[in-house]
């Protein structure tokens, strides 16, 4: 069991969740790496819309992956609860269904960006939910996180 971040986690979550037809984004500091960042992480972190349906495919999903859901994941993921880790399985997931500081999932699709087919929320996202989260960790990584926006910027 891989408990780092690696691309290739996100490729298998990414195939996955597009068989299930799920709707989702990376986002957090894994969807930062998938952008460049360099950095390293634990979990996946995926924005996943809040609706019935699609909580419903999440769950087949993540199921499907091989991940061992109790009942009470199911009901936590079926209702959109806020924010559900998962750490039995393939590897880690956080499950962000209403991340600090984003009004709708539909807007941070619309600003989101798709890098060899893996749909990663903007950098300036990431950023905004990180700083409304406010935990050390996030304060900590902020600085560096701002630096890679500037330098995204310029580079495109």
Known sequence: MERRFSYRQAEKLASVFKKHRVKYLFI?????????FPDTTQDVDVFVEKSRG??????RAL??????LTADDRKEMLRGKDFI????GPFDIDLVFAPDDIKSFSDAKKRSLLIQ??????????????EAAGRIKDRE?????????NWLRKKG
Do not use: T, W
Request: glycine share 10%; proline share 6%; net charge positive.
């Open 28 to 36: 957090g500091k894994s969807g930062a790496i998938i952008l460049g």
């Open 54 to 59: 699609n909580c419903r495919r999440l769950v």
């Open 63 to 68: 199921e499907n992956m091989g991940y061992p």
């Open 85 to 88: 880790q998962i750490r039995s």
């Open 117 to 130: 087919g893996l749909p990663v929320c903007h950098i300036d996202d990431i950023i905004k939910s990180k």
């Open 141 to 149: 990584s902020l600085p560096r996180l701002r630096a890679f926006r």
